[in-house]
C-alpha cells in the first residue's frame, strides 16, 4: 500500500540555521502531497502542499517541490526561528473505498534553539 | 470564526467505562475524520465520514464507535473494548468529495488518560 516515510527526529538546531527535513513516498498513481505543523498541545495546521510533478509548495518561508523521480518531498528553510520548534508531518492523499484519505508519516520533531 | 472544537481538552476515565470524546465544525464540511495520535507513530485513521449518515472504518477501528447524525458533530466514543486507549484524538475535516489536493482542518484535540 501506499506509505510515507521521514526522517527520524529530534532535528536540534540553532537560530537562523538551514533547515531539511526529508520526506519519502511510495505510491501508485499521483497523489496530492502535503507538509503539516504541530505545535505543542495543538492540533495539525496545514502547512504547504503540491498537487503533481515539480509543483513547489511554500509558505511562511518554507518550502517543499514534488520530485516524482526520487519519490520525494522533502522540508526546507533557509533559517530557522525558535518560533519554528514543532512537530513536522508529510503526508499523502490515498484514494480508497471511494474516498481520498491522508496517509502520515510518524513525524519529525524540530527544536530550534536561541 | 469557522473552526472545529473538540471538549474535552483533557479526559480521564477508569478501566472498563465508555467514553464520548465531542466533535463539532462550522465550516460547513462534508466530511469528517478522528485520528489516534501516539509518540513517535504519527497518526492513524480510526474511523470517517463522507455525508450525514454514513461513516466507514479506518485502520484501527476497533473499540471505537462514531455516529454523524448532523452535519457538523461527529462524536468518537471509545469503549471498554478497545485495549489501550490512552492517546491524543484529534477530529478533523474537509469539504470532501474527489479532490485529492483538499485541505483537512483539525481541532485541538483530547487528551485521554485511562486511570
Known amino acids: 500500500g501506499n506509505s510515507v516515510t521521514q526522517m527520524e527526529g529530534p532535528v536540534t538546531l540553532s537560530e537562523e540555521a538551514f533547515l531539511t527535513i526529508n520526506c519519502t513516498y511510495t505510491a501508485t498513481g499521483y497523489p496530492s502531497l502535503f507538509w503539516y505543523v504541530q505545535y505543542p498541545g495543538e492540533g495539525l495546521q496545514l502547512l504547504l502542499k503540491?498537487?503533481?510533478?515539480?509543483d513547489k509548495g511554500s509558505n511562511k518561508g518554507f518550502e517543499a517541490t514534488y520530485r516524482k523521480e526520487t519519490t520525494s518531498f522533502h522540508l526546507e528553510k533557509g533559517s530557522v526561528q525558535v518560533s519554528d520548534s514543532a512537530v513536522y508531518f508529510c503526508a499523502l492523499s490515498d484514494w480508497m473505498d471511494s474516498s481520498y484519505k491522508l496517509i502520515f508519516g510518524s513525524g519529525t520533531r524540530l527544536l530550534v534553539r536561541p | 470564526d469557522g473552526g472545529i472544537t473538540q471538549s474535552p481538552k483533557y479526559l480521564f476515565r477508569k478501566e472498563g467505562q465508555n467514553v464520548t470524546l465531542s466533535c463539532e465544525q462550522n465550516l460547513n464540511h462534508d466530511a469528517m475524520y478522528w485520528y489516534r495520535q501516539d509518540p513517535g507513530q504519527g497518526l492513524r485513521l480510526i474511523y470517517y465520514?463522507?455525508?450525514?449518515?454514513?461513516?466507514q472504518k479506518g485502520d484501527i477501528a476497533e473499540g471505537y464507535s462514531v455516529s454523524r447524525e448532523k452535519k457538523e458533530s461527529f462524536p468518537l466514543t471509545v469503549t471498554s473494548a478497545q485495549k489501550n486507549p490512552t492517546a491524543f484524538y484529534l477530529c478533523?475535516?474537509?469539504?470532501?468529495?474527489?479532490?485529492?489536493?483538499?485541505?483537512?482542518?483539525f481541532g485541538p484535540g483530547t487528551r485521554l488518560t485511562v486511570l
Open positions: 503540491a498537487t503533481k510533478a515539480d
Open positions: 478533523a475535516s474537509s469539504i470532501g468529495g474527489a479532490r485529492g489536493d483538499n485541505e483537512q482542518f
Open positions: 465520514s463522507q455525508i450525514v449518515n454514513d461513516f
